[in-house]
Nanobody, 128 residues
Framework: VQLQASGGGLVQPGDSLRLSCTAS????????TGWFRRASGKEREFVAA????????RYADSVKGRFTISRDNAKNTVSLQMNSLKPEDTAIYYC??????????????????????WGQGTLVTVSS
Protein backbone atom coordinates (compact mmCIF):
# COMPACT_ATOMS: atom_id res chain seq x y z
CA VAL A 1 0.00 0.00 0.00
CA GLN A 2 1.28 3.42 -0.93
CA LEU A 3 -0.30 6.77 -0.26
CA GLN A 4 0.71 9.84 -2.23
CA ALA A 5 -0.04 13.35 -1.01
CA SER A 6 0.17 16.30 -3.37
CA GLY A 7 -0.98 19.87 -3.83
CA GLY A 8 1.19 21.76 -1.39
CA GLY A 9 2.87 25.01 -2.19
CA LEU A 10 3.62 28.58 -1.19
CA VAL A 11 0.61 30.83 -0.77
CA GLN A 12 -0.24 34.11 0.89
CA PRO A 13 -2.44 34.48 3.97
CA GLY A 14 -6.09 34.26 2.99
CA ASP A 15 -5.42 32.11 -0.05
CA SER A 16 -6.67 28.59 -0.70
CA LEU A 17 -5.05 25.28 -1.53
CA ARG A 18 -6.39 21.84 -2.26
CA LEU A 19 -4.42 18.82 -1.17
CA SER A 20 -5.04 15.40 -2.63
CA CYS A 21 -4.19 11.93 -1.45
CA THR A 22 -4.19 8.98 -3.80
CA ALA A 23 -3.53 5.34 -3.02
CA SER A 24 -2.26 2.24 -4.69
CA UNK A 25 -3.29 -1.11 -3.32
CA UNK A 26 -5.83 0.48 -0.99
CA UNK A 27 -9.43 1.68 -1.29
CA UNK A 28 -10.33 4.83 0.61
CA UNK A 29 -14.06 4.24 0.42
CA UNK A 30 -13.85 1.40 2.92
CA UNK A 31 -11.15 2.77 5.21
CA UNK A 32 -11.05 5.73 7.54
CA THR A 33 -8.68 8.34 6.14
CA GLY A 34 -7.33 11.51 7.63
CA TRP A 35 -4.91 14.39 7.32
CA PHE A 36 -2.29 15.31 9.87
CA ARG A 37 0.34 18.01 9.82
CA ARG A 38 3.67 18.75 11.42
CA ALA A 39 4.99 22.27 11.70
CA SER A 40 8.68 22.89 12.17
CA GLY A 41 9.64 22.27 15.78
CA LYS A 42 6.21 21.02 16.74
CA GLU A 43 4.51 17.71 17.25
CA ARG A 44 2.39 16.13 14.56
CA GLU A 45 -1.24 17.13 14.95
CA PHE A 46 -4.57 15.98 13.65
CA VAL A 47 -6.27 18.09 10.99
CA ALA A 48 -9.30 16.24 9.64
CA ALA A 49 -10.61 12.75 8.99
CA UNK A 50 -13.45 11.01 7.24
CA UNK A 51 -14.68 7.73 8.62
CA UNK A 52 -15.66 4.55 6.84
CA UNK A 53 -18.96 5.20 5.11
CA UNK A 54 -18.20 8.88 4.71
CA UNK A 55 -20.89 10.20 7.05
CA UNK A 56 -18.66 10.90 10.01
CA UNK A 57 -16.19 13.72 9.59
CA ARG A 58 -14.11 15.42 12.23
CA TYR A 59 -11.89 18.49 12.20
CA ALA A 60 -9.39 19.98 14.54
CA ASP A 61 -10.75 23.12 16.18
CA SER A 62 -7.97 25.14 14.58
CA VAL A 63 -9.21 24.42 11.05
CA LYS A 64 -12.94 24.05 11.59
CA GLY A 65 -14.87 26.27 9.20
CA ARG A 66 -11.86 26.78 6.93
CA PHE A 67 -10.87 23.26 5.84
CA THR A 68 -13.05 20.62 4.21
CA ILE A 69 -12.16 16.97 3.80
CA SER A 70 -13.85 15.00 1.06
CA ARG A 71 -13.58 11.69 -0.69
CA ASP A 72 -14.09 10.80 -4.35
CA ASN A 73 -14.70 7.08 -4.46
CA ALA A 74 -14.60 6.91 -8.25
CA LYS A 75 -11.11 8.43 -8.28
CA ASN A 76 -10.05 6.79 -5.01
CA THR A 77 -8.91 10.16 -3.74
CA VAL A 78 -9.25 11.98 -0.46
CA SER A 79 -8.90 15.75 -0.65
CA LEU A 80 -8.42 18.56 1.81
CA GLN A 81 -9.72 21.92 0.67
CA MET A 82 -8.00 24.62 2.69
CA ASN A 83 -9.44 28.13 2.62
CA SER A 84 -8.51 31.31 4.45
CA LEU A 85 -5.05 29.99 5.09
CA LYS A 86 -3.05 31.47 7.93
CA PRO A 87 0.70 31.52 8.57
CA GLU A 88 0.12 29.07 11.42
CA ASP A 89 -1.16 26.54 8.88
CA THR A 90 2.39 26.24 7.54
CA ALA A 91 3.43 22.61 7.91
CA ILE A 92 4.06 19.36 6.13
CA TYR A 93 0.69 17.72 5.57
CA TYR A 94 0.36 13.96 5.63
CA CYS A 95 -2.52 11.78 4.59
CA UNK A 96 -3.07 8.57 6.51
CA UNK A 97 -5.45 5.67 6.25
CA UNK A 98 -6.39 2.70 8.33
CA UNK A 99 -5.67 -0.85 7.30
CA UNK A 100 -8.83 -2.21 8.89
CA UNK A 101 -12.16 -1.57 7.12
CA UNK A 102 -13.98 -1.41 10.45
CA UNK A 103 -15.47 1.87 11.55
CA UNK A 104 -13.15 3.82 13.82
CA UNK A 105 -14.63 5.07 17.06
CA UNK A 106 -14.79 8.83 16.94
CA UNK A 107 -12.72 9.20 20.08
CA UNK A 108 -9.80 7.68 18.20
CA UNK A 109 -10.24 9.34 14.82
CA UNK A 110 -7.77 12.08 15.66
CA UNK A 111 -5.09 9.77 17.01
CA UNK A 112 -2.14 9.12 14.73
CA UNK A 113 -1.63 5.60 16.06
CA UNK A 114 -5.09 4.68 14.72
CA UNK A 115 -3.71 4.85 11.18
CA UNK A 116 -1.58 2.23 9.48
CA UNK A 117 -0.58 3.78 6.18
CA TRP A 118 1.00 7.17 5.66
CA GLY A 119 1.88 9.27 2.67
CA GLN A 120 5.20 11.06 2.30
CA GLY A 121 3.83 14.51 3.05
CA THR A 122 3.39 17.70 1.08
CA LEU A 123 4.67 21.07 2.25
CA VAL A 124 2.27 23.97 2.69
CA THR A 125 3.81 27.36 3.34
CA VAL A 126 1.62 30.36 4.11
CA SER A 127 3.60 33.56 4.04
CA SER A 128 3.35 37.10 2.81
Amino acid sequence: VQLQASGGGLVQPGDSLRLSCTASGHTFSSHTTGWFRRASGKEREFVAAINTGGREIRYADSVKGRFTISRDNAKNTVSLQMNSLKPEDTAIYYCASRGSPNRLVLSAIGTASSYDYWGQGTLVTVSS
